[in-house]
T-cell receptor, first 110, second 116 residues
Framework: GQQLNQSPQSMFIQEGEDVSMNCTSSSIFNTWLWYKQDPGEGPVLLIALYKAGELTSNGRLTAQFGITRKDSFLNISASIPSDVGIYFCAGPGGTDKLIFGTGTRLQVFP | GAVVSQHPSRVICKSGTSVKIECRSLDFQATTMFWYRQFPKQSLMLMATSNEGSKATYEQGVEKDKFLINHASLTLSTLTVTSAHPEDSSFYIC????????????FGPGTRLTVT
């Protein structure tokens, strides 16, 4: 079945640093979604991408829909402590459902 | 807008008992609701999809007789874990979607189930 692999698995960075993470799929996607999950909470949608090559920003976050349609990237600039959490990519997993990536756990140190 | 609530947020039950978890869309009508399970340090895994007034569609490997889903109204879906066992301990998250595929799914805050 379809799989979404995220890299890196975890990141430990200092406040103020920029962050880059990516998500790759075993098959072509026509939609990429990026979510953030805080500890003990449900995920919250950060950015949605619908077109190959699309680059979309949401504040300090920027995500790109890869040209091959098999990958997507999320960048966070000038990280702050509240950026801590798990970042998931997601995409259509068939009719009427989403599949989630393996997640990237971000820890920000002051 | 687009708030989804879950109740309870945490529940501890004894092995062999049943537990019901509620998922409500507070300010919109959800034509479709989804139930996910998340084990520690793992991703969200879809358990089932439910449409109001019809039977839920379960993912492969999810026992429909063990995880009973009822989507009786456009704002409420319930997940009942029957005859719970310690291996059912997990974080259960629901999401709700207002429109057809392509519309955003809004996630609830999750329910932490611990079976002793």
């Amino acid at each position: 079945g379809q799989q979404l692999n995220q890299s890196p698995q975890s990141m430990f960075i200092q406040e103020g640093e920029d962050v880059s993470m990516n998500c790759t799929s075993s098959s072509i996607f026509n939609t990429w979604l990026w979510y953030k999950q805080d500890p003990g909470e449900g995920p919250v949608l950060l950015i949605a991408l619908y077109k190959a090559g699309e680059l979309t920003s949401n504040g300090r976050l920027t995500a790109q829909f890869g040209i091959t349609r098999k990958d997507s990237f999320l960048n966070i600039s000038a990280s702050i402590p509240s950026d801590v959490g798990i970042y998931f990519c997601a995409g259509p997993g068939g009719t009427d459902k989403l599949i989630f990536g393996t997640g990237t756990r971000l820890q920000v140190f002051p | 807008g687009a708030v989804v609530s879950q109740h309870p947020s945490r529940v501890i039950c004894k092995s062999g008992t049943s537990v019901k978890i509620e998922c409500r869309s507070l300010d919109f009508q959800a034509t479709t609701m989804f139930w996910y399970r998340q084990f520690p340090k793992q991703s969200l895994m879809l358990m089932a999809t439910s449409n109001e007034g019809s039977k839920a569609t379960y993912e492969q490997g999810v026992e429909k007789d063990k995880f009973l889903i009822n989507h009786a109204s456009l704002t409420l879906s319930t997940l009942t874990v029957t005859s719970a066992h310690p291996e059912d301990s997990s974080f259960y998250i629901c999401s709700a979607r207002q429109g057809a595929w392509g519309s955003e799914q809004y996630f609830g805050p999750g329910t932490r189930l611990t079976v002793t």
